[in-house]
């Protein structure tokens, strides 16, 4: 889907001083595009952001809007869709672009790649860009949570619209996929789809799943043997874990000691309970091997 770049004349401000314009190629603002299948949305904090530029906008600090020409006689917007918007909001037609020839699938690895070290590009845009660039880490991702029945979201939603199955912490897959233990990532996040206990969306949290991924990646036999996590997800109280194990680092705090992590506490628990479920069963040797 693509969008043009749209305001209210409400947002303009009273008075605007942009300075010296630069010697640029200049490209009309109505022949620019955002490709929302690698762009992030503009939300009220985006919205900020451009009225922000808008009130104090000089050309001096108007770096190029970087674009992609496509078919219509388009350019969609790689980076610097908050200074577009800003422009058109202070009533400029034009802004100074940069022109790069790249496909769909380039743009988006382009952006993800201009945008990834910008604290305000979210980890949710940098996979949503990276999945359609077909990245190799985000379709490894996409595909652990798929196989579990289970989403990774390319956006945040408020707590009340979240829905069981969808994964909204993307560094909690990331990280042990990239490790090489997407098989163990998988089973966890299966063994809660499928329990009673995770018809709920808040069995979905960073709380709940951060330990049990952990747990479950230290043990991977049991991706290996392929076990039915479910029954666990329902006897286990891993409610009752997380509370024992945000006391005791608070208690362990309050003695002085630091670094003492409630998430560790709650995976060797949890651990615990999985060694007591699924004992791990040891290669006998063989009659007549050497002692």
Not at 228 to 246: G, K, S, T
């Amino acid at each position: 889907m693509m969008r043009k770049i749209e305001v209210s004349p409400a947002d303009k401000p009273a008075a605007i001083e942009p300075g010296p314009a630069p010697m640029l190629q200049w490209i009309d603002i109505e022949q620019l595009v955002v490709d929302d299948s690698y762009q992030r949305g503009l939300q009220r904090s985006n919205w900020t952001a451009i009225r922000r530029i808008a009130n104090g906008f000089l050309w001096s600090r108007f770096s190029p809007v970087f674009v992609a020409p496509i078919e219509g006689g388009k350019f969609a917007i790689i980076d610097g869709q908050h200074r577009t918007h800003a422009a058109a909001i202070c009533g400029f037609e034009q802004v100074p672009c940069q022109v790069v020839q790249m496909d769909r699938q380039e743009q988006a690895a382009s952006f993800a790649t201009v945008n990834g070290a910008v604290t305000k590009v979210t980890l949710w845009n940098i996979f949503k860009a990276a999945l359609t660039a077909g990245a190799e880490w985000a379709v490894a991702c996409d595909k652990v949570c798929r196989d579990a029945d289970c989403r990774l979201m390319t956006s945040n939603a408020p707590t009340d619209a979240k829905k069981a199955g969808e994964i909204f912490a993307i560094a909690l897959v990331r990280d042990p996929v990239q490790a090489g233990h997407g098989a163990s990532v998988t089973l966890a996040l299966s063994g809660v789809r499928r329990s009673e206990f995770g018809q709920d969306a808040e069995a979905y949290n960073n709380e709940i799943l951060k330990p049990l991924i952990a747990a479950v990646c230290d043990r991977p036999w049991l991706a290996k043997a392929g076990v039915d996590l479910a029954p666990f997800m329902d006897e286990f109280d891993i409610w009752a874990a997380l509370d024992r194990a945000a006391d005791f680092a608070k208690r362990k705090r309050r003695e002085g000691a630091s670094g003492i992590s409630r998430y560790d506490i709650a995976a060797a628990e949890i651990g615990e309970g999985l060694d007591r479920a699924f004992p791990q069963r040891m290669a006998l040797p063989k009659i007549g091997a050497a002692a």
